[in-house]
């Protein structure tokens, strides 16, 4: 296969890098485990979190991390809230989770896509709860309480550097292995280069990127990034660009 034997960087935190992972194994490469964030839940957000939540009409959640740290507080979800996610993949778990469904950009998986959507076009006197991390970005919010929405925040984590494993990270550049890796935020991109110092970034810029957004590909190649695939989200989205492209460049 045409990822077999190549070494897969899983920069993702550490909670969400397993599926992926398992994804990579199937297809032949060797994934190898290296968040560049941690999540760091925040107690007193997570607190406070179901009576933000009960007052709302609407709950976003913007990320993985998002679902991951906040679900287990909402377990009492108010009726008639409703849910909405920025990408399809995320809707799907957290569709599972709350056994009801959950808007999502029918094109797009991005602030700017989730704001098209017709359910969020007149949004006067709803109360909007985004649940976040610490620091977000401010589209999302600007452009929902542009349309009349009064927008809150439940910031339940904030993100902190990892500790990845630059020893197996030079094993393998070393023994020729270390080819791609799949990143899922430009923090993530950032972080990855940051991390590294000097010595690696010529192996970092050498490596095929696999992402889901062309922001992210454009920080990776102002990084110096010479090979990336932007792909649909999702962790198989992910898999598949790297599988096609050392197709076309065995």
């Not at 976003?60 to 009492?76: K, N, T």
């Not at 007149?122 to 909007?128: F, I, K, N, S």
């Not at 799949?182 to 972080?191: L, M, Y």
Request: net charge negative; proline share 7%.
């Amino acid at each position: 296969m045409s990822l077999a034997g190549r070494t897969v960087l899983v920069t993702r935190p550490a909670a969400q890098g397993a599926a992926l992972a398992t994804l990579l194994t199937a297809a032949g490469a060797q994934p190898l485990a290296f968040p560049l964030l941690d999540i760091v839940p925040q107690p007193d957000a997570l607190a406070a979190l179901p009576a933000l939540a009960g007052a709302a009409d609407w709950l976003v959640f913007v990320s993985p991390s998002a679902i991951d740290v906040a679900w287990p507080v909402l377990a009492e979800l108010p009726p008639a809230a409703r849910l909405a996610c920025v990408g399809a993949p995320s809707a799907q778990r957290l569709a599972a989770l709350a056994g009801r469904p959950v808007l999502h950009p029918s094109n797009g998986a991005d602030s700017g896509a989730l704001l098209a959507e017709p359910a969020l076009a007149e949004l006067a006197g709803q109360r909007v709860l985004i649940v976040r991390g610490i620091g977000g970005r401010a589209e999302l919010a600007e452009g929902l309480a542009a349309r009349g929405a009064a927008v809150e925040f439940a910031e339940v984590y904030r993100r902190i550097d990892a500790a990845p494993d630059w020893a197996a990270f030079d094993s393998a550049a070393d023994a020729g292995t270390l080819a791609a890796a799949c990143v899922t935020s430009a923090e993530i991109a950032e972080r990855l280069f940051q991390l590294a110092g000097r010595s690696r970034q010529a192996t970092l810029q050498s490596l095929l990127y696999s992402v889901p957004h062309a922001r992210i590909a454009e920080r990776l190649a102002q990084l110096g990034a010479r090979h990336v695939v932007t792909t649909p989200a999702g962790d198989a989205a992910l898999v598949d660009g790297l599988s096609e492209w050392f197709q076309r460049h065995p």
